[in-house]
Nanobody
Framework: QVQLVESGGGSVQAGGSLRLSCAASGYTYCMAWFRQAPGKEREGVASIYTGGGGSYYADFVKGRFTISSDNAKNTLYLHMNSLKPEDTAMYYC?????????????????????WGQGTQVTVSS
């Protein structure tokens, strides 16, 4: 069993930056960030194969967000730049201990076994 704890959320103005962190209680090969705005469906933001297989970004964040992992610390990061009001959402960290192609393209949330409680990101105009 792996526990995930997100941090780093907050309120920023449009164009600002934030860095989200996800501390895991153990190592997992697949990790990802999802987000969900009130009344809307959960959507994948970015994912990474921490074993070195690559990373994936949703089109709406590509070029603005960067996903990375510090495997020695079992920590996942999401560096967010040029934030927009539409980025406002609860951001969730997800992980799975399977060795699959999580960094090769978009994968549904059901592929991830472990989930954090989320951290709120609010971007104002």
């Amino acid at each position: 069993q792996v526990q995930l704890v997100e941090s780093g959320g907050g309120s920023v103005q449009a164009g600002g930056s934030l860095r989200l962190s996800c501390a895991a209680s153990g190592y997992t090969y697949c990790m990802a960030w999802f987000r969900q705005a009130p009344g809307k469906e959960r959507e994948g933001v970015a994912s990474i194969y921490t074993g070195g297989g690559g990373s994936y970004y949703a089109d709406f964040v590509k070029g603005r967000f960067t996903i990375s992992s510090d495997n020695a610390k079992n920590t996942l990061y999401l560096h967010m730049n040029s934030l927009k009001p539409e980025d406002t959402a609860m951001y969730y960290c997800a992980a799975d201990d399977g060795r699959w192609d999580c960094g090769a393209g978009p994968r549904p949330s059901r592929m991830y076994k472990y989930w954090g409680q989320g951290t709120q990101v609010t971007v104002s105009s």
